[in-house]
T-cell receptor, first 113, second 112 residues
């Protein structure tokens, strides 16, 4: 099993450009998440999806959109990138229970110039 | 609202010595607590969790954590540190639904 995979690993954008970060999991998990990690701030939840066809905002959703394409895939889109969106982005998935741990992908390092 | 705090940005320890990484929590209701580790340029890896039962929870790589309800703490411990334990450690608490709230992280540096 590959677990949680993310593409791309690195990306440099200019302000105003758009891009989509891809995430897929092969563990048949219902729940999927997008986080951003910034120095000194830990991980902050951007969006999450409790099941196929549903998405909800997290702590920092502004400037982002998501699509839960199917049970395996959960993408994150930046419509008009801003320097404040320079960060490392992590996708995660878990079983749909309160006791389940989340499994993380390797991350995407995004720089917006 | 649920929250966790990691009061130390960095912890330094000599190899072979015991280590402790601190975490305190604030929750309404029963706390569901987690520890994760992040090695450089990698995603987070699950170490252990407390749901209910024994206050001492054992996890991966020889780590354990002690749940203390009266002190609202969930400190991560290891009896004998290895240089390879050097990494960033995150405490987390389950929020509403399936969400996790993470602490700001503690960098553990183990010196030879």
């Amino acid at each position: 099993n590959a677990g949680v995979t993310q593409t791309p690993k690195f990306q440099v954008l200019k302000t105003g450009q758009s891009m989509t970060l891809q995430c897929a999991q092969d563990m048949n998990h219902n729940s999927m998440y997008w986080y951003r990690q910034d120095p000194g701030m830990g991980l902050r939840l951007i969006y999450y999806s409790a099941s196929e066809g549903t998405t909800d905002k997290g702590e920092v959703p502004n400037g982002y959109n998501v699509s839960r394409l199917n049970k395996r895939e959960f993408s994150l889109r930046l419509e008009s990138a801003a320097p404040s969106q320079t960060s490392v982005y992590f996708c995660a998935s878990s079983e749909k229970t309160r006791f389940s741990e989340q499994f993380f992908g390797p991350g995407t390092r995004l720089t917006v110039l | 609202a649920q929250s966790v705090a990691q009061p130390e940005d960095q912890v330094n320890v000599a190899e072979g010595n015991p280590l402790t990484v601190k975490c305190t929590y604030s929750v309404s209701g029963n706390p569901y607590l987690f520890w994760y580790v992040q090695y450089p340029n990698r995603g987070l890896q699950f170490l252990l969790k407390y749901i209910t039962g024994d206050n001492l929870v054992k996890g991966s790589y020889g780590f354990e954590a002690e749940f203390n309800k009266s002190q609202t703490s969930f400190h991560l411990k290891k009896p004998s540190a290895l240089v390879s334990d050097s990494a960033l450690y995150f405490c987390a608490v389950r929020d509403l639904g399936d969400k996790l709230i993470f602490g700001t992280g503690t960098r553990l540096q183990v010196f030879p």
